[in-house]
């Protein structure tokens, strides 16, 4: 079963930047819409930003508008995630899937932990 594999999480101060990056463990995801969601402690799973396969009219939360980019790699399959000026309540687990989310295809996701 293709697993989607994500990577690019860790600590870091409000303020700071992380990149996350998102592949799949065979073949590639390049032509179908993806997504980024997380999911905080004692909170459901969310939406974070959405790109089509041909990385066009992205979409995104309102709570990370104008800090979050989402960006593909048509080439090599992968879908990332520029997350810039980190606020402590970004905290959260963060996966990719496609975009609207697939139950089989959620991974294990990144830890993204934002320090006050």
């Known amino acids: 079963q293709v697993q989607l594999v994500e990577s690019g999480g860790g600590l870091v101060q409000a303020g700071g930047s992380l990149r996350l990056s998102c592949a799949a463990s065979?073949?590639?995801?390049?032509?179908?819409?993806m997504g980024w969601f997380r999911q905080a402690p004692g909170k459901e799973r969310e939406f974070v930003a959405g790109s089509s396969w041909r990385g066009r009219s992205p979409s995104y939360a309102d709570s990370v508008k104008g800090r979050f980019t989402i960006s593909r790699d048509i080439g090599n399959g992968m879908v990332h995630l520029q997350m810039n000026n980190l606020k402590p309540e970004d905290t959260a687990v963060y996966y990719c899937n496609l975009n609207p989310p697939r139950p089989n295809y959620w991974g294990q996701g990144t830890q993204v932990t934002v320090s006050s």
């Open positions: 065979r073949g590639t995801f390049s032509y179908v819409d």
